[in-house]
């Protein structure tokens, strides 16, 4: 990653009001991307997918969103007005959840969901933009586009519906695309076929992706770069391929405790929470 | 969530706060007081709650120590007094009968609360029983259960209590049986609806595998869910109960004459209304503290009790 | 100990009738530990449902310690065969203390010595007598789990029913429940039905397995021989494939077996 990073935050913090005080949940999260695919991974609780959403500005009030600095193509993500914001999200930046159930709209047809996502940042026509919402669904490998744009979402299995998603999250051309946990409700050859289908974007379109999950593992063979989330703070840093050679006690131990098909070993190693990895902070 | 069971500091003081709020209850009645306390800490953080509350308590005041607290018997006429404004004497002054207002009042503060008890502790109880045995036994009990709430449903409830007191002739205690009869099938669809979405679940299915039978998982696991909404339908409809009594005694088919009904007492006073307004209004204004406490209470139930709301 | 023929699960009546699961046999030895995987569709949790009687509508034998069962169980049968459900969140009852929600088995069949049993089977899944007066919102995702397997055991069963018994926690805790699980299996010489979507999972608590694929048994196999990735049906293979994590051209191969 040479080229200046599209996405650049420095000691972002998130708290909650709480009864005793401000409760952080992001302590001091520091990353960057770029045209590449980054992986935050961490266990619930490691403030990972509210890092996501505070990029996009979807921290849910009461939540303070503090940090030095958050950056997106030059572009100001801390002091943005709401109006800003709005232009940045889905034209610029993207987000993609969990599940499709909850994410799409139950009462319209998910191709006028993806027409209507188009027609919200560009000019176009109803005719323009149902054209390239049925573009999109055969770019996402829908086989028969026409007959599915006509559906509800109700009516779509749950992989369908994760495309139908990323159909209606690129259909823009965003520049990054951030994923919270995409491929966690979907069985697991569903998983391979839909993350085919964002790698394959990702890389025609030379965007760059934050793929938020809990699953270790996948992110490693799916990302370049992955960050390893504990408690509101980045524990450590990594390119996918050195991953198995990770320093800190926390990943290490997370790596261990998973089962793996080819695994002798007669039990799994438990990880022990040290509580000075709450305190530690690294860069 | 983790547990630090700190064996080294000396355990809480019994019934004391740090006792009641501990992560780590040591009795069953510790882990109930415990969440009683920590409901209580949550409603009295909502001060239109407390208000409520209070006007509640006032209102149970009132009418436990009615004879202390009334200055005049509520029975006791004296035609040279009659309809005589607020004054030092008369505080809400006379009515038509020259008897005292405020006495009135305060002794008429008795028949509400017990109208108000009876009925709630009657139709709750009959709707929650009906509702959640339709819910979970389903079948052609549910249907036959529902259709004989949904008979009692079709009517506006007062007119339906002026049948049933007109059928049973009127009184109070027959207002109230009227009133409950036709208070239970709210309830009842309730508790209905909050079974049904309770059968399904995982800890339904774990108590049925282990045997136990439909009384114990109705009586044991469904009711204890179905209590909190309850509660708070029950709250928030006091002040529809107070209105329908005050109504049927206003159309001298509650309380007969000579008990001081707040709602018998418009009734009687409407013909002074335009001179001696307070004859009918200050009963009035009585109903509609006493509603508003329901309501802003039954408020402040459902957001403690009621987590869909919040 | 258990004995599964020809188990066929409908739901729904006529034209919009779904078959959930086509006519599986499957038996599983005393003390022997089996797995069920597949993905969601697969009938895997309907067979489970099945066989402990909380679904009543289904054709075929099912036999478990050699007594054929019927629409409705017994007791007895309870006593002997007991389930942990999926979801931490969902399966102990919100409003129960921990205490309640163990003393009710020990009622309902009246065994008697509810406080020492509760807190031998507590102390048996790793937990101390300070969870024993929590509710369950005052547990974390492991801890209610472990109770729910304490549930499950209090009342000394021989087979144990486990659906997706870790899906729902996290990954660190996921470990110490697989952990749990084994031990007790070992300690108390149960059998255990496990189903799971997890192949490693499956790989390291089951000694076989069956591979189910919309409501068929597509393959029964040893468990040396899904660790070695010897699979013979074309659906294992994918399977496998899909889980060792993410490859391109893997992903482009798979299709769909209906």
Redesign the interface.
Known sequence: MTASPLLSVANLRIAFPTRHGLAEAVRGVSFEVGREKLGIVG??GSGKSLTGRAVLGLVPAPGVVTADRMAFEGDDLLTASERRMREIRGRRISMVMQDPKFSLNPVMTVGRQIAEAYRVHSKAGRTEARRRALEMLEAVRIRDPERVFGLYPHEVS?GMGQRIMIAMMLIPDPDLLIADEPTSAL???????V??IM??LCSSRGMGLVFIS?D???V???CDRILIMYAGRVVETCRAADLHSATHPYTR??LG???????PRP?????D?DPAWLEESRG | MTTTDDRLSPPPARFSREWLLTDTPRSRLQARLGRVYAGWLSLSRNRLAMVGLAIVVLLVVLAAFAPLIAPYSPYDQNLLERLQPPSAAHWLGTDELGRDIFSRIVHGSRLTLYIVALVALTAPLAGLAVGTISGYVGGWVDAVLMRVTDIFLAFPKLILALAFVAALGPGIENAVIAIAITSWPPYARIARAETITIRSSDFINAVRLQGASRARIILGHVVPLCTSSLIVRVTLDMAGIILTAAGLGFLGLGAQPPLPEWGAMIAAGRQYLLEQWWVATIPGIAIFIVSLGFNLLGDGLRDVLDPKSS | MITVRDLRVVFGVGASAIEAVRSISFSVAEGESYGLVGESGSGKSTVLRAVCGLNPDWTGTVEVDGVAQGRHRDRAFYKRCQMVFQDPYGSLHPRHTVDGILAEPVAIHRLGDADRRIDRVLREVGLGPQFRFRFPHQLSGGQRQRVAIARALILEPRVLLLDEPTSALDVSVQAEILNLLRRLRADHGLTYVLVSHNLAVVSYMCDRLAVMNRGRVVEEMGVDELKRGAAREDYTLQLLRASQGYDRQAAESFRDYA
Do not use: I, Y
């Not at chain 1, 069985?187 to 076929?193: L, N």
């Open positions: 266990e619930s749950g069985d697991v050859t569903v998983q391979m076929q993350l085919a790698d394959e809990h270790l593992n996948l490693a063979s799916f131990g997370l405790s998973l089962p793996r098909l080819d695994d039990e799994l190693p438990v990880l929470r």
